[in-house]
């Protein structure tokens, strides 16, 4: 994506106000219209004088019929639009798992046991330790307890033991905050991409908490580190279906059985980035929730690439020369959710931008497609739209790459590049923990708009835009209380180990 | 030894390796620079084993054991760090938080059957040793292992370098861990309080010190190379039945230190000692506990035939020992590879540790194990309390070819009671 069509003076002052009179007029549209006309009808009032206006208003025959018809139509039209229009879903409270110092691996931890178990491969270790050198990650992310052991032990039970310990956790957090009774849970929905055990985690939550046997549960796996969104979404539709109930949403990634074990390169990254988290949610459409609820759920755009081949083989899992599982990155990986998202905007903006970038836009697209000019798209400013942006911590490059197509200054990118390095990538739960961070830092307002981006595999871009609605006080308990106050925290490009 | 060590395959299996750290990131750049008294220690290592009942340790899992350790490394960041070397050449830890190795094991005999046996060197295979080297930079200081017998019962076995701090140290660590497994909030006093263990020099000569012994140059994998196997032997004594052996109100150590030297030099004949090291703690280092070498080495030599020397002769020579703590520290400086355990037949003074003050749910560990690592030719003698208060257990690690004429000098002069064969 590239800059701006207008002539270069985006550094002039002039053109900066310019600009915002511009937004102003636009945006504001409509009420500056109702200022004339109040005026009109003013001066006209003003001219005609008291009786005047008396005759007028007693020429107006008031028919019982005609009262009650116009009554009854206004009270039909009223219900039918009310009736139409979808219920408002709340994001009631959410959790993110904190895991214990037990799980840290410090970065020369990492690179030790790389060393002694790729003893045969010093080149791939040298690999690794590039890739931790320059991925934005901190010392103290965690892994599970099977994958510290050396070599790791990523049996089926110490995968299930992770779940329980990283779901459990997240889940009795969200119980104790909400007050939610477990036999008051109507909608149970579980995304976790990789690991998918039978009964399903799903079940092994009904199993644990005891569960209504009527509950309407889901558990999506195998949809990439989007898939938080794509459960939201799954929430929202069925609370359209589904009057006055709530939705617990779990995401997570399960470590322990994907730990790559061969030495490809590009199927080793993954070892280096993900790591362990959760997050619980609970959304409602019930009206009592209205006060209490944190977000209100505005929008959610859904764009999937896969038609295009490049797009669907760019993250792949698939198996090594040697017959090891692992997950393939291809190197276009960047360009290719550069697509995405621009695929992705273009349906978001008409929904959240305000009129002035709106027009901007479609002049910029008129002069570029009807009369040829040699203009560069325009991007909109989606600064004017949202005050807080929630991207996806996939890798440090992906944010890069986000930061520099949306044009966003480093406070925007702050939350996901300071979870990033304290949490590495968590997968579907990453957005959920910079949330956490945005709120930790006292800065969620009632009003503010916030925008959750999501990549994954397949490819997808998957947007949700939620509305503060009662201002946030920062959090005692949870995953950033303890370290809040050392963040920000300057990341250099490259790290020396 | 043992029927253990008859049965061919060990009873110890099912090794898990994995690593501990600290619970929080040690600040980027720290380091640690090693006193020359450390430098001089870097060949030999300590090894000690706790052993916990069933009734105890049953429920202790590894994620219990291992959330203290977490805790302590935060504090003493510098022994989960590992050896760089300066520009210079000389040895500093890098306090990068890679960690201590952790190894899990099971044992197919119960407690009762594993310490059936009076020779408690057989409690070394509960110990995973490693050298330090030949990657200075990829060498855990520590070694910790954690075996559960069938009964539930639970060993611990450190293997520690003795570059970063001596037996007390090692001591003191474990009962932190304990304290901390106890749920207890450890003060951890500012570094500055701390007297930096610089030891004063006491004595005036400047003779090289007899206890210790500059070896070939072993580089970077710190290994002591004997010229003869070595082995270990441990018996227990009653503090009584030692100072009966001499009417005058004398330490039980020297007496016993009298006693196995005369032992030693029988055995040994025309070769026999005329010299020894003695290693006790700084009695100062016992106010202010941390992780450091505080050590004591002093030299004794006798002008006479330790084997035809009266036992008060012997004493008296040792309470004129000369305190050569200061020139090893000096010497160490050189950062060239010394060895001072078995430089001269040694004797280490332990005495007063307190290891059985790490205790688990209040109970203390049914039996300790403590030896030395990278012990020189001419062998060492480690005397520490046992489990029962009047008793003190006797590590002797000699050259195997004579330890037999040893026994049976110990046996002759009554320390030990009888010799089983086998059992």
Not at chain 1, 70 to 86: A, E, L, Q
Not at chain 1, 136 to 150: K, Q, R, S, V
Not at chain 2, 117 to 132: K, M, N, T, W
Request: with cysteine; glycine share 6%.
């Amino acid at each position: 994506m590239s800059q701006a069509p207008m002539p270069d003076f985006s550094s002039s002052v002039k053109l900066k106000y310019v600009k915002l009179g511009y937004q102003y007029l636009v945006n504001h549209f409509l009420s500056l219209l109702l200022i004339p006309v109040m005026a009109i009808i003013a001066v006209e009032l003003l001219r005609m004088g008291p009786q005047e206006i008396l005759n007028v208003w007693n020429s107006l025959h008031f028919d019982l019929v005609q009262v009650l018809c116009s009554s009854f139509f206004v009270i039909f039209i009223s219900t039918v639009y009310f009736m139409s229009k979808p219920r408002t879903v709340y994001l009631v409270d959410y959790s993110c798992y904190k895991p214990p110092v037990m799980c840290r691996v410090p970065f020369s931890t990492f690179m030790e046991h790389s060393r002694l178990i790729l003893k045969d491969s010093p080149k791939s270790v040298e690999f690794q330790m590039r890739i931790l050198e320059r991925s934005g990650l901190g010392e103290e992310t965690c892994l599970p307890p099977a994958i510290h052991y050396i070599p790791p032990t990523p049996t089926m039970d110490e995968a299930r033991s992770e779940a329980q310990m990283v779901i459990f956790t997240a889940m009795d957090d969200l119980f104790k905050k909400t007050g939610l009774m477990p036999k008051d849970v109507d909608i149970l929905i579980v995304n976790c991409s990789l690991f998918s055990p039978t009964p399903s985690l799903s079940a092994m939550v009904i199993n644990k908490y005891k569960l209504r046997s009527n509950i309407k549960s889901f558990n999506l796996s195998g949809m990439g580190c989007s898939a938080g969104l794509i459960s939201v979404d799954l929430a929202r539709d069925l609370l359209q279906v589904h009057p006055n109930s709530n939705a617990v949403i779990v995401s997570t990634e399960i470590i322990t059985p994907n730990y790559y074990k061969g030495n490809e390169r590009a199927m080793l990254l993954p070892n280096c980035l993900f790591r362990m988290g959760s997050a619980a949610i609970l959304m409602s459409n019930r009206r009592s929730d209205r006060w209490r609820a944190k977000y209100k759920l505005c929008h959610l755009v859904r764009t999937h690439r896969g038609a295009d081949d490049k797009s669907y083989y760019c993250v792949y899992e698939q198996e090594d020369k040697e017959g090891k599982i692992g997950i393939n990155l291809s190197k276009d990986l960047m360009a290719i959710a550069g697509e995405a998202l621009k695929a992705n905007i273009t349906t978001m903006g008409p929904l959240v931008l305000p009129a002035s970038e709106q027009l901007l836009f479609l002049f910029s697209l008129i002069g570029r497609k009807i009369f040829n000019l040699k203009w560069k798209p325009y991007i909109p400013d989606f600064k004017l739209a949202f005050e807080h942006f929630c991207i996806h911590a996939g890798g440090r490059a992906v944010i890069d790459e986000l930061q520099k197509n949306l044009q966003l200054s480093g406070e925007h990118v702050e939350a996901s590049r300071m979870t990033l390095h304290r949490f590495g990538n968590t997968s579907s739960s990453s957005l959920w923990y910079e949330l956490c961070y945005i709120e930790s830092k006292g800065r969620m307002r009632r009003g503010d708009r916030v925008w959750q981006i999501a990549f994954g595999s397949g490819f997808k871009c998957n947007s949700a835009v939620w509305k503060c609605n009662r201002t946030i006080k920062t959090p005692k308990d949870g995953p950033w209380s303890d370290c809040i106050d050392r963040y920000p925290v300057f990341i250099p490009e490259v790290v020396k180990l | 030894m043992g029927r253990l060590q008859e049965e061919g395959s060990s009873p110890i299996h099912s090794f898990r390796l994995s690593t501990v750290s600290a619970s929080r990131p040690t600040e980027t750049g720290m380091t640690h620079e090693p006193t020359g008294l450390d430098l001089a220690m870097k060949l030999h290592y300590l090894k000690v084993v706790y052993i916990y009942s069933a009734q105890t340790a049953r429920d202790l899992t590894v994620m219990h054991v291992k959330w203290p350790l977490f805790q302590l490394f935060e504090h003493i960041p510098w022994i989960v760090g590992r050896f760089r070397r300066h520009d210079s050449g000389r040895l500093f830890i890098k306090c990068n938080d890679c960690g201590t190795r952790f190894v899990e094991s099971q044992c197919d005999l119960t407690l009762e059957e594993w310490l059936r046996v009076p020779d408690r060197s057989v409690d070394e295979s509960l110990v995973y040793h490693q050298p330090v080297g030949p990657g200075l930079a990829y060498s855990p200081l520590i070694y910790i292992q954690m075996t559960r017998f069938k009964c539930g019962g639970l060993a611990f076995g450190l293997s520690w370098a003795h570059i970063m701090g001596d037996l007390f140290s090692l001591s003191h660590f474990f009962n932190l861990w304990s304290r901390t497994l106890a749920g207890e909030e450890i003060y951890w006093p500012k570094p500055s309080n701390l007297q930096k263990g610089c030891p004063n020099p006491t004595s005036t000569t400047d003779k090289e010190p007899g206890s210790i012994k500059q070896v070939d140059p072993v580089g970077d994998l710190w290994v002591v190379s004997n010229n003869r196997k070595m082995t270990t032997y441990s018996f227990n004594v009653k503090v009584n039945d030692i100072k009966s052996q001499l009417p005058a109100n004398r330490n039980e150590f020297e007496i016993l230190t009298g006693i196995i030297w005369k032992c030693i030099a029988k055995a040994r004949g025309k070769s026999e000692p005329v010299a020894i090291t003695i290693i006790r703690p700084d009695p100062n280092g016992l106010k202010h506990r941390a992780v450091r070498n505080t050590q004591m080495i002093s030299s004794v030599h006798v002008d006479f035939s330790v084997v035809h020397a009266n036992l008060d002769d012997i004493l008296k020579a040792m309470v004129e020992a000369t305190d050569e703590t200061f020139l090893i520290n000096e010497l160490g400086e050189r950062d060239e590879d010394f060895i001072v355990y078995g430089a001269k037949l040694t004797f280490v003074d332990m005495s007063e540790v307190d290891f059985y003050e790490a205790k688990v749910r209040e109970t203390s560990p049914r039996s300790v194990y403590c030896n030395v690592q990278g012990i020189g030719d001419n062998g060492a003698v480690v005397v520490y309390p046992a489990a029962k208060k009047d008793e003190r257990v006797v590590m002797v690690t000699l050259p195997e070819d004579e330890m037999e004429k040893v026994k049976g000098e110990l046996e002759k002069c009554g320390l030990v009671k009888e010799l089983s064969n086998g059992e």
